[in-house]
């Protein structure tokens, strides 16, 4: 897990939905509330190049995690990260409670606007800070939340030949329910 050494238990795997990388980290990074265990580095992105991030972010398999300035500049070294559209929302579970955004870059090498698109994509998590109560105590309660500061960043390289052509990610769990056998043969259905 890059320098992030912590004492995890034994088949600890770090596998956060977009809810959990905004609600439980970036909301608890941004509000200055501390968690445990502290695995996501501060690392300010934009001097590194994707591949140079192994050692420096929280790396969990083929994918990098780390805390980050917001910032407009996302050009590094070699290159510069491109954005791929616009915010993608994301909701509390079973609510419609929006709680962040997410938003898709891919790094490009060379030249801002003259780069060669490679297979590397950042998935960049913003809090969401939309309109609210506006009530004295609820904007007291949330003084000292800075929503533009911190984002949490995905980094990854996206391997096209694996892909199935449906544009998805599986989060762990579909990975666990898509792998059990099924065997549905065996079940008798009532006439």
């Known amino acids: ?95 419609t409670k929006r709680v962040g955004t997410k938003k898709y870059y891919a790094f490009y090498i060379g030249e801002l606007s003259q780069g060669v698109k490679t297979n590397w994509i950042m998935q960049e998590y913003r809090l969401w800070h939309g309109t609210g109560s506006s009530s004295k105590s609820s904007k007291r309660r949330n003084s000292k939340i800075d929503h533009s500061k911190w984002v949490v960043c995905r980094v990854y390289e996206h391997n096209y030949d694996d892909d199935d052509g449906s544009g998805t990610e599986l989060s762990c769990l579909d990975e666990v329910f898509l792998s059990l056998d099924d065997d549905f043969d065996e079940i008798s259905l009532p006439n």
Request: proline share 9%; hydrophobic share 30%.
């Open 1 to 95: 897990m890059g320098d992030n050494n912590v004492n995890l238990p034994p088949g600890f795997r770090f596998c956060p939905t977009d809810e959990e990388l905004v609600v439980h980290f970036l909301q608890r990074k941004a509000s200055l509330l501390p968690y445990h265990p502290d695995i996501i580095p501060d690392l300010d992105l934009y001097p590194y190049d994707p591949w140079d991030l192994d050692g420096k972010a929280m790396a969990e398999g083929n994918k990098w995690y780390f805390y980050s300035r917001r910032t407009q500049n996302r050009i590094t070294s070699n290159g510069y990260w491109n954005s791929l559209g616009g915010d993608e929302p994301i909701f509390a579970t079973n609510t």
